[in-house]
């Protein structure tokens, strides 16, 4: 793992498109669940889905080093030290003769997994160094035979998985192998041992090792990484034992377009989550995958806690990272974070485990909300002084209590409609969770938007409805915006609430971002999908993070009532239409 630098996609970019959105017409036919229906897929999803939660483990030679190497500390992550120092091979492979991890006990591992809350464990069986953390028959560089150690640490923690109720995967580098001649390297090779043929490398070693790493420990899930120069027969020789495991769950990263099952964003948390789509945020404790002796840069177990509810609130799972030191000793310091996170779910489990994303778009508090069938958990990161409310929830309450504690809580209704809960006695200061059990499922009415105290309208990406395929809402430390706006038959909506008072004709102006090349998009604004006469071209900016104000041509009117203004694009010749931060509808003088 390396943020940001699998098969030249930079997630930082506003607009990169996702290794699996290649054109169809590239993929190759190796789905082995190609002919699945829903109803199949959900069966075999239906563990993943409900495990919200597992730990990811990155452990290789590279734990040996400790992100240093020659007196040199690497500035990246750990696990990337051979390919950052450039590293010679032979210089490298040298270290697997002193790699003795004596203190490694896969059953603790498992527990520190297990009474964190996680339900799965995915463990690196070869990272880009090509070192092989389990026994292969396709050459001697793995820790079996290379090291005094002589043991099979992915047998070990197959089996302490199946002992303790977890699911085990694999992690396997399947392009970038660093060792291997033939073997990809991100940027170019640096030692004439690397060089070969890729495909030559898939054929005698990756895609053996892949076979028996499916044949011998049968994983729950096989984690793909870094496709880079992967091709279509590439892929078809690492899919050909799929068929030996019809129920396991592979990811978006094998290459070539194939989709896998899973989304897998790194280090971050999509604003939205991805709808119709399984997905996991992978994501370290600290700043580095493999170990690094001098990275105590540990987020706190508050944070990781709310990550874990922010992520479930969206519907998707948290594969939370632990880098093992050379000994085969996970660092204290995320043993700490791991068992602060064990405590809260403890008592909180039933908020995380088998519950769907929120059906509220927005909240009137601190939190967020997870689901499960007619039951809403609230997770309150800060009590409201005015009180806890839910405004739009049609559906009748039956009752609610603090999951913590059992406390009974009193539900009832504001003048205004909204649901109110009362506060318990004790309150978590991470979060405090209410389980609000329904009369049935939750009926969540429309937020119309209404106007500023100056009259105008402020439609923000956070608060559109986005339609399509492709447009999505995507935060930055800058804000959010609709971006990867790559299909001109997606569009974005807002439903306003427009008072008597405030009726009549508005210009509109647009907060924009499009880099060169991608300008020249028309698009219309449509009021209750009929011609509003508001058009406008995209014009450049510097680039997708450099937003820019400008006038849409035209007015539009607003009688008085709720109504939906949709942006529609009716034309685009560059990558993407733009990326669409906000709307400001401005009263015109007069009109009304």
Known sequence: MKPLLFAGLVLASLLAAPLHAAPAATAP???????????????????????????????????????????????????????????????????????????????????????????????????????????????????????????????????ACRKQGLKFGVYYSQAQDWHHPGGAAYGGHWDNAQDGDLHEYVRTIAAPQVRELLTKYHPAVLWWDTPVEMSPLDIRELTAAFPQDPGMIANNRLGNGVPGDTETPEQFIPATGYPGRDWETCMTINDTWGYKSFDTNFKSGPTLIRNLIDIASKGGNYLLNVGPDGRGVIPAGEVERLREMG????????????????????????????????????????????????????????????????????????????????????????????????????????????????????????????????????SSGGGSDIGYWTDAKDTVSWTLSVPAARAGEYRATLEYACEPGSEGSTLALQVDDGNSGVTGTVAKTAGWGDYQTAALGGALTLPAGAHVLRVVPTAKPGLAVMNLRRITLIPIAGSR
């Open 343 to 474: 405590a809260w779910m403890k008592v909180n489990h039933e908020a995380i485990y088998g519950t769907s994303a929120s059906p509220f778009k927005h909240l009137p508090f601190d939190g967020r909300v997870t689901r499960k069938g007619d039951t809403l958990y609230l997770h309150v990161f800060a009590w409201p002084d005015s009180g806890l409310t839910l405004p739009g929830l049609a559906t009748p309450a039956r009752d609610a209590k603090a999951l913590a504690t059992g406390q009974r809580l009193t539900a009832g209704r504001a003048g205004d409609g909204s649901l109110t809960i009362s506060k318990p006695d004790k309150i978590d200061p991470v979060a405090t969770v209410v389980a609000l059990r329904l009369a049935g499922p939750p009926v969540v009415e429309p937020a119309a938007i209404a106007p500023q105290s100056d009259g105008s309208y402020q439609l923000t990406a956070e608060d559109a409805d986005v339609h399509g395929g492709t447009a999505k809402l995507e």
């Open 29 to 159: 036919s190796v789905d082995p669940h190609a002919g699945e229906t829903p109803a199949q897929r959900d069966k075999r999803m239906r563990w993943w889905r409900e495990a919200r939660f597992g730990m990811f483990i990155h452990w290789g030679l590279y734990a040996q080093l400790g992100g240093t190497w020659g007196g040199r500390q690497t500035g990246g992550a750990g696990e990337w030290i051979m390919h950052d120092l450039k590293i010679p091979v032979a210089d490298y492979d040298a270290q697997a003769r002193q790699f003795d991890p004596e203190q490694f006990r896969a059953d603790e591992w498992v527990r520190v997994a297990r009474d964190a809350g996680m339900k799965y464990i995915v463990m690196t069986a070869k990272h880009h160094e090509g070192f092989a953390m389990f026994h292969t028959g396709t050459d001697g560089y793995n820790i079996s035979d290379a090291t005094p150690f002589r043991r099979d640490p992915i047998a070990e923690m197959a089996a």
